[in-house]
Every structure is written in C-alpha cells, then in structure tokens.
C-alpha cells in the first residue's frame, strides 16, 4: 500500500500524470489489516486519493478490513463472488469517480458547446459586428469567451 502512494506522490511531484483525481485500485482475497497507519501518513485527513477495494471469491473472512480500507477513503468496496459478478461490479468506480469534487472545494473548469453568435469589436472608434463560433470557460466563477 505504501508504496502505490509513493509512486503517485512521485508523479504528482513531477507533474505527470492526473493531477485532479487520483485512486488505488486494491483487487485481493482478504486484507489481515486495515493499514490505518498507511493512510494516516499518505492519506489523511485530505483524502486526496481515493482507495476502491475488491473482494475476489466467495471467502468472507477478511471482508471488514477490505470494506473499511475503501470506506475510509472516498472509494467503493466490492465483492466480486462469481465470474458472472465482474462486469457489473468491477465499472462501479466510474459512479463513484465522477462525482463532483466540489466536496473538496475543488471545481471542474466548465466548457459550454461550440455557438454561434455576434462579437462586437470597437476599433478606431468603429462599430464592426462579427459572426464567430464561441466557446465559453468557467472556472474558479469567472467566464471566459474564447
């Protein structure tokens, strides 16, 4: 575990990579600990990476730690039992990905369509009405035309 945070620490670091959202995927047959000690020196209390967890086969015994690793960190646990449970279980962290961040105070840029519509240009004292195609930017709640 510590070293999936060191590895996004160090892309972070260099800038590479996605800066805004950031997750491990754990796939495993049971955890014997929570790692409470990992996520309390990488990971909390911002949360900043999100953890989703998936419990393969039938086997229950280390479920709890499994459910709380993902719990506790903005992610989602799943119990894939059966080969038939893959497919629908295993896509359930896009749900849970493209939930707004604006529980972090962190705000997506905004892009609208492309449009038409009249740009009005002063120049010299001159009026010039010109048709262009418009996209809008909103980010931080200022709008920009471009």
């Not at 996520?39 to 209390?45: C, D, L």
């Not at 240009?121 to 418009?134: P, V």
């Amino acid at each position: 575990m510590k070293e999936s945070f060191k590895i996004l620490n160090e892309a972070a670091a260099l800038g590479q990579g996605s800066l805004c959202n950031q997750a491990i995927m754990l796939i495993t047959d049971g955890a014997m600990e929570d790692f409470q000690s990992v996520f309390e020196e990488f990971n909390w209390p911002e949360r900043r990476v999100r953890v989703f967890t998936y419990l393969i086969g039938r086997e229950m015994t280390f479920a709890e730690n499994v459910k709380w690793i993902a719990c506790n960190n903005k992610g989602y646990y799943t119990h894939v039992s059966t080969l038939a449970d893959v497919q629908e279980n295993v896509m359930e962290y896009l749900h849970v990905l493209s939930r707004p961040m604006v529980i972090n105070h962190d705000h997506d840029i905004i892009w609208t369509e492309a449009y038409m519509d009249t740009v009005v240009s002063l120049l010299l004292g001159n009026t010039k009405y010109y048709r262009a195609l418009i996209l809008s930017c909103s980010c931080n709640n200022k709008v920009s035309l471009i």
